[in-house]
């Protein structure tokens, strides 16, 4: 009987073991099919035109110069890209967060048919696919003139942005009442409320939404291209496009650029890692 | 004198918050609105419209043409393939569902290093589009076009003595769009994962100490408790797979530019807009596309509702039990 009772015991324990090692084979399985493709590109940018065409993908650089990110960096235009890109960012969170709240300040406080008509529309606007909607945006956008400068995807950005105004709402209806009313019986004014106790309430939802418009915009690629071909306007996606578009392709000094561009994301990653995480999960489920 | 009256009366109505409810919304929904309306509402009005017509490139003088647009689409090959392509998106996201939950269960099990794994497989989530794609034009090739096959992946197949493979073959549509459809998973997958880990951790302990007292082992587990608890988030998941693949546009887009038999509806609808310069038709395309997500979004509402009823139900019934608990004592 004890042996027996050993011999199970032995068994669930190898058995558990086995689990154990299928666990971390799987994960390490996954980050190697995360790293390879992007250690090749790392490897790459290390290495001198002559070098890149000559050698095997993984063998190491001969000598860790950082030559091609110069060139990138400089006449690749990944400085203007990120400069551009920044300006873009900088404008339309700027414009997100205060038209957002206000919106969202509005509809959620003030009961009646107009606000829940507007809220309506806003919701309507989900629906509408953003991609394809360009093909008659595009007409209004060059009509008022804003083709070719930076006011067109900052306006899209700000103007189409429905989801933050979904997280503000969402964020508002748990922010209490009596907050308000409270105030109101200290004779604060609607605007006094909502700079003084709306927008300081609303900072955790204030980041959430920063996350997910520095992803989206940061990573945006379309938008740009289809309203920003000037060459004074490119950003970080686009910079990248026109790198593999023209015909003679410089590979070493195009993978020292998706590296200089993916840095900003990492580093960003790495500092606030928990609340992307939640961020965006949060950001989606409201969808 | 009577004037003054009404003024002041006036002034004062607009301090009192009846009036400041007033002048505060319009001030406030002002610019979102204006911009809703010029950006969202107005295009969305004109894509209906255009989708009638024939128009050229300056929209001089339309023809209007009834369903003659809504036709091409269905019944021209060349657009209708792009709706066959998105199946590979489809039932990509499918594999990518599954094996996001894979790993989701993986990592919310004991394990070491947790935090590195997890970062590890979602950073590709926040990488520019751009960037991953030239990084798997690489992968998959090598070189200024015409690309060579000396890319990682055959390198890589390589030392496992696997012969290399024309992965970006004119001749072989169906291999090129896998390889997209794998680049599409390599980048989204992150996201899937971290949702699922949320799902899986709000799973009651208690759940899982039963289970252990009954000696279950992982599959089962995962077969009793771990699937019927997210089982909606899948079901969330899979309906907005939908959504996704047909609006697959970026990843095609910038890889093989839609060359390859590997155009999705959404670069169609692009190139017929903005290279052939034929809106009404792109227009009709648009609508095409709103009316698919239209009809993926009731469903979705339709099925959720069901479940948060569910949801309310049963957590009414938890706080009868914690009253009569607590009367108990």
Known sequence: MAAAGRSIKEQAKSGRLVVTVLKYLTLVVGCLVVFIPIVVILLGAFKDGKEFANTGVFELPKSWSFGNFKTAFFEGKVLLGLRNTGIILLVSCAGTILTGTMTAFVIQRFDGYFTRAVKGLFLLATLLPNISMQVTVFRIVSKLGLYNTMWAPIILYVGTDIISIYIFMQFLSQISVSLDESAIMDGASYPRIYFSIILPNLTPAIATVLIIKFVSIYNDFYTPQLYMQNEKLLVVSTVLYKYISSTTIKWEVVFAGIILCIIPTLVIFLSLQKYIYSGLVSGSVKE | ?329
């Open chain 2, 1 to 329: 004198m009577f004037e003054k009256k009404q003024k002041r009366s006036f002034k004062e109505w607009f301090h009192t918050y009846e009036g400041q409810k007033l002048y505060v919304s319009a001030l406030f929904l002002l610019v979102p609105l204006v911009l809703l309306l010029t950006f969202t509402f107005v295009p969305a009005f004109n894509m209906i419209t255009y989708s009638f017509q024939e128009r050229d490139q300056f929209g001089v003088d339309p023809q209007f043409v009834g369903f003659d647009n809504y036709k091409t689409i269905f019944t021209n090959p060349d657009y209708f393939i792009t709706f066959k392509n998105s199946l590979y998106y489809l039932v990509g996201s499918v594999v990518q569902q599954i094996v996001a939950l894979l790993l989701a269960s993986i990592l919310c099990s004991e394990i070491r290093a947790k935090g590195f794994f997890k970062g590890v497989l979602f950073f590709p989530y926040l990488m520019n589009g751009v960037a991953v794609s030239i990084i798997f034009l690489r992968f998959f090739t090598k070189g200024n076009p015409p690309l060579t096959q000396e890319g990682t992946l055959n390198s890589v197949l390589q030392m496992f003595g696997i012969d290399p493979v024309r992965w970006m073959d004119a001749a072989n549509p169906v291999l090129v769009n896998c390889c997209l459809v794998f680049v599409s998973i390599w980048r989204y997958i992150g996201f899937d994962i971290i949702m699922y880990i949320g799902a899986i951790q709000s799973i009651s302990p208690d759940l899982y100490e039963a289970c252990d007292l009954d000696g279950a082992n992982p599959f089962q587990r995962f077969r009793y408790i771990v699937f019927p608890s997210i089982k909606p988030i899948i079901s969330l998941q899979l309906i907005l797979a939908v959504k996704g693949a047909i609006s697959v546009f970026e990843i095609p887009y910038i890889i093989t530019g839609g060359n390859y038999g590997t155009s999705t509806f959404v670069i169609k609808t692009i190139e017929t807009a903005f290279k052939k310069k034929q809106v009404g038709l792109a227009s009709a395309m648009a609508v095409v596309l709103l009316i698919i997500i239209i009809i993926v979004t009731l469903v979705q509402k339709f099925m959720f509702r069901d479940e948060s009823e569910v949801e309310a139900r049963e957590s009414a019934k938890k706080k009868r039990l914690k009253m009569s608990e607590k009367g108990a004592a």
